[in-house]
């Protein structure tokens, strides 16, 4: 069992920038992909950005594509996500995920990934 645990999220103006984080419990973190999802109120939650076990490849949403970035730390266990040139569609609650198969295949779709966090809410303002 994995737990996630994120943060970094808060209120920010249109053209702000913010970074989640996301704290994994398992010392095994360099065995998962991981990835992040949001959702806006009403929406089903959407995939935003993957990376695979080692970090050398990601893939991106095209909606956020060359403004957020997704890396990680696996000495710290920790997965992050650098959001740039924040628009207010950007607003939701942001959730990471893992996923068992390591990364061979970058999934984009909720049901291939295997453990959630709680959430962050991103709130970006007009």
């Known amino acids: 069992q994995v737990e996630l645990v994120e943060s970094g999220g808060g209120l920010v103006q249109a053209g702000g920038s913010l970074r989640l984080s996301c704290a994994a419990s398992?010392?095994?973190?360099?065995?998962?992909?991981m990835g992040w999802f949001r959702q806006a109120p009403g929406k089903e939650r959407e995939f935003v950005a993957t990376?695979?076990?080692?970090?050398?490849?990601?893939y991106y949403a095209d909606s956020v594509k060359g403004r957020f970035t997704i890396s990680r730390d696996n000495a710290k266990n920790t997965v992050y996500l650098q959001m740039n040139s924040l628009k207010p569609e950007d607003t939701g609650v942001y959730y990471c995920a893992a996923d068992a198969s390591r990364g061979l295949v970058l999934y984009t779709r909720v049901s291939e990934y295997d453990y959630w966090g709680q959430g962050t809410q991103v709130t970006v303002s007009s």
């Open positions: 990376i695979n076990w080692s970090g050398a490849r990601t």
């Open positions: 398992e010392r095994t973190f360099r065995n998962y992909a």
